[in-house]
């Protein structure tokens, strides 16, 4: 939806809304900000998902190219944040305005983003990182190159410290998935793994020795096809390790829910 032309004013007089959402909406403009600035919100959810980026992938400008003002975005994001703010989820990722969420919205502890690019992971993530009352992480970098999410796991793991529930929605690659196993100091419970599939146990096996050195996973989130796990006998030893660890085994659409 364009909001180009449309007056978003009457947002303002709500005076007991909790939760907005901005669902593949364009066209905001310096006066939806202006509007926005003079009201003191009390939002408790907010999701700012801007239209015409869903099939765009590591193209530079991008922003530029589909018309958003980035400072208006920064500006909306600062204007509907706050300290009552505790979930987000947002598809314009950059430096500025990840600095806005931290700046505006200290207690984010649920936040949902989609990258456009792995470019810009060494300027974003660790921001992302220090939001200190991060609990639940969904990264989505909807590409089909698996080396674009390497260097995002990589940060994460010099990086990520206090986040329990966490989905990356991202291609890694076993290498980068070993160095996030082992250099991460996270203690996460609830956890949706995304690999390549001729190498399930190896990763499996990361997961493993995650859990001798965390003991702090509680379930764990892997896609399942029609038929099945179909776990292999090699397979089938990890499962019964994690098993005797306390990790319960689920289809990842079970946990899906927590990281919407």
């Known amino acids: 939806m364009d909001f180009k032309s449309i007056d978003l004013s009457s947002i303002s007089k709500l005076e007991c809304l909790e939760k907005l959402e901005f669902d593949n909406c364009e066209g905001f403009t310096h006066e939806h900000y202006k509007i926005f600035s003079k009201k003191k919100f009390h939002l408790k959810e907010l999701k700012l998902w801007h239209d015409d980026l869903d099939d765009i992938y590591d193209v530079d ?33 950059t430096s ?44 989505q970098m909807d590409s089909y190159e698996v080396n674009n999410g390497c260097l995002l796991v990589e940060i994460l793991g010099d990086y990520l410290i206090s986040v329990e529930y966490l989905y990356l929605n991202v291609l890694i690659c076993l290498s980068s998935f070993k160095y996030f196993i082992n ?13 390549n599939e001729p190498l399930r146990k190896d990763y499996l096996i990361c997961v493993d020795n995650y859990q001798k050195a965390h003991n702090s996973l509680k379930v764990l989130g892997i896609d399942e096809n029609e ?17 005797n660890q306390g990790i319960e085994i689920v289809p990842s659409n079970q946990l899906l829910k927590l990281f919407y």
């Open 61 to 93: 400008n991008i922003y530029d190219r589909v018309g958003i003002n980035l400072n208006v975005i920064v500006g909306m994001i600062i204007s509907l944040g706050g300290e009552s703010l505790h979930k987000l989820s947002l598809n314009i990722i």
């Open 96 to 139: 500025e305005t990840i600095k806005a969420i931290k700046e505006s919205s200290p207690k984010i502890n649920f936040l949902h983003i989609r990258m456009i690019s792995p470019k810009y992971s060494n300027s974003i993530i660790p921001f992302i990182c220090d939001l200190s009352s991060l609990k639940i992480l969904h990264i």
């Open 183 to 195: 250099n991460c100091k996270v203690n996460l419970k609830k956890w949706i793994i995304t690999y």
């Open 227 to 243: 038929d099945g796990f179909c776990w292999n006998n090699e397979e089938l030893k990890i499962i019964d390790s994690l098993k």
